[in-house]
């Protein structure tokens, strides 16, 4: 289980401690209301950030953390020291990436202030520059090692996303896109992928491939298992101690990049003599593997395999 340093929870508690946890949970509460109907979550006051960092931080922060884990997978050798976070809210992502690279300079795309002042709280020890500006005003001009936008630009015009993506991939080595693990987080998430792709870039993971997504009905997901805390038991009203945070991805570059095995796209199915495995193969088709004791040192690895780990064909 992916979790946030005691560090950055200590600052998370420090940053809530004036509040009352009641106002906290109506707040939480009332932007759940605002995000059935609208897709987005738009914050107006202080408790509701503050109930963001509570509640949706924690899930955000993993699957940003497990999808910089697949890039390490994938390039073991690159150590970005340099990001640009578009849409960072709390600093999410960064403090993430930090967790794994020797990140020296970062710049956080933001238009909310109340997000810039928290983050600039919970990011005192990394070095970091908010850039307060919308994406429809923002003109990427510098070059990064990486450029990270994480359940943000699903929040903004398709257009405008477009149009972020096509400078990004001229300013990075590596473009990471994250979105919620739902229907629509997947279909913006395609999207982003097909226009990237239409304009000469490769995919690192998930996708083995450039061809035609073969998901069909389905949505490309995974899922990552954190803590659930006190206060997501509370505005949830659940007591089991984990969520699981849903999340699809995409991780882009102009650089080109060979495919050579497939990736694990459903839970594996574990049955006493055999595994079955669902892949998204180099060749662009969804396949239904079995594998069997008999397949001896393959078996071993389909034993421990999980969904979202890259497998041979
Ligand atoms: C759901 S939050 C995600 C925050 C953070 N990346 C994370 O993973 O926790 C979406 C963020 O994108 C920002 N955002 C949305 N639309 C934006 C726009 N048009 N220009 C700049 N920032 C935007 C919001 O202010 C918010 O901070």
Redesign the pocket.
Known sequence: MIEIPDEIQARIEELIAKKEPSALQKAYLRLQERYRGER??R?ETEEEHLS?LLA??PG??A??SKVIVRLSEMDPSFQPQTLL??????G??LLAASNYFPIKQATL????SI?IKLGSSLLQNIPHEYLK????E?KITNSYDMIL????LS??DEA?ANSLITQALDHCTYLVL?EPGTPYGFSRLLSYRTHAIQQGAFCLAPCPHEKKCPMGTGWCHFSERLPRTHFQKMVKHASLGYEDEKYSYVILSKKVIPHSMARIVQTPKKHSGHVQLVLCTTSGNLESKTVSKRHKDLYKLARDAEWGDLTAE
């Open positions: 987005s979550f914050l963001y949706r931080f955000t922060f699957a940003a976070d578009l849409g960072s809210g709390p999410t992502a795309v933001e238009q909310n997000f500006t919308s994406f429809s923002l936008a994480s359940y943000s929040e903004t405008i994250i």
